[in-house]
């Protein structure tokens, strides 16, 4: 679909709501949790998401021993993908690498002393990496922004490195040593070099930010698409479901390969507008018009959901096959393991 589609009309370009210093959902399908809400989760929800011993874990889960050379050189045709662990992965086409929400550290926390402890180590380690032209961040949680690995990316990369961060986020970059920092509100672009002609682009999402006591939403969210003169890319983040995916999928698609959030989800009654489930992300695959998707954002780290630790994969499979969808449509992946898709 060519872009900017006469569908479109100026109000479906959704900004966010920015008032008293901080930033808002502007959608209905927007809720925060109350108090009661949240005692209720902490303590009386059941919980199904128990994770098992290393052994087993191996056996589920296990980690792929890659071959990082095969970023070496940008695929002729297609997009290359490889599945770091939760929301991070490593992504290569039209003669660009970059990285999505990276997060190399044991744990997600302010602290590496406590705090969600991956149980699914990182296929690779930032010196293994190969070169990276760029980094895009959805949000500030520790989950999507890990100081260490900045730090460490800093360290490997030094300023020829671009980060494209949402609103609010790029002091907070600078502070951590970024340099070449690029920040975005929604429907904002940038054109990563003329040589390249790819361009990135902060679309909405529906989620919140907040990393100390009182800095709550003080820094905007977004997902991304990067779109490049053959393919196309979507980063959904983190977010709950709302209407906008359509209006993105309009304007951007359709998405050569998407990664898509699938854990995090249960229950429903209180995660439900902040994260969304395995049938929700297939709904934003389609709503985007996403040739092929990548289930990501489960199986790495316990971040409190109650689902049991490879539902979200089952569900997947379950939900494509209700829908009479092809199963290679939308897929989930073992960590280090390395497709291209959109081959011509």
């Known amino acids: 679909m060519a872009e900017g589609s006469s569908k479109l009309k100026e109000e479906d370009f959704v900004k966010p709501l920015f008032q008293n210093g ?20 902490l303590f009386f929800s059941q ?27 940008s695929p002729v045709s297609g997009v290359r993908h490889m599945w ?34 991956r149980y699914r180590p990182p296929p690779c380690t930032i010196d293994d990496l190969p070169h ?3 980094v895009v961040i959805s949000h500030n949680h520790f989950d999507h ?13 030094g300023d020829r490195l671009r ?41 909405p999402a529906q989620h919140w930010c907040k ?7 003080k820094v905007l969210w977004c997902s991304w698409c990067v779109i490049g003169p053959t393919h196309r890319f979507y980063f959904a983040g983190d977010t709950g479901y709302c209407h906008v995916f359509k209006k993105i999928g309009e304007r951007y698609g359709p998405f050569t390969l998407a990664t898509i959030p699938i854990g995090a989800y249960a229950p429903r009654w209180f995660l439900s507008y902040q994260h969304i489930d395995p049938k929700e992300a297939i ?21 409190g959901s109650k689902e049991f630790y490879l539902e979200p994969r089952q569900m997947i499979k379950d939900e494509l096959k209700v829908r009479g969808m092809d199963p290679l449509e939308f897929i989930t992946v073992q960590h280090g393991e390395i497709i291209i898709t959109g081959e011509t």
């Open 163 to 203: 980060w494209y961060v949402p609103m609010g986020l790029k002091e907070w970059m600078l502070q951590s040593g970024c340099v070449n920092v690029v920040e975005l509100s929604w429907w904002e672009e940038d054109v990563l070099s003329p040589q390249s002609g790819v361009r990135f682009v902060c679309t």
């Open 145 to 157: 922004l890990d100081y260490g690995t900045v730090q460490g990316l800093v360290k490997r990369f």
């Open 22 to 41: 901080k930033y808002q959902n502007p959608w209905k399908t927007w809720q925060r949790p109350s108090f009661g809400q949240m005692f209720k989760f």
């Open 211 to 217: 990393r100390g006591a009182f800095d709550d939403n």
């Open 84 to 117: 770091i662990g939760h929301a991070s992965s490593l992504v290569q086409f039209d003669g660009v690498t970059f990285l999505t929400d990276p997060i190399f550290s044991d744990r997600c926390s302010p602290t590496q002393w406590v705090g969600p402890k």
């Open 283 to 303: 709904n934003i695959h389609t709503d985007i018009k996403s040739r092929k998707s990548i289930g990501v954002h489960w199986g790495t780290f316990p971040l």
């Open 132 to 134: 990276i032209d760029c």
């Open 47 to 73: 919980n199904e998401g128990s994770i098992p011993d290393q052994r087993e874990l191996d056996r589920t889960l296990p980690v792929v021993k890659t071959d990082l050379s095969r970023f070496a050189t």
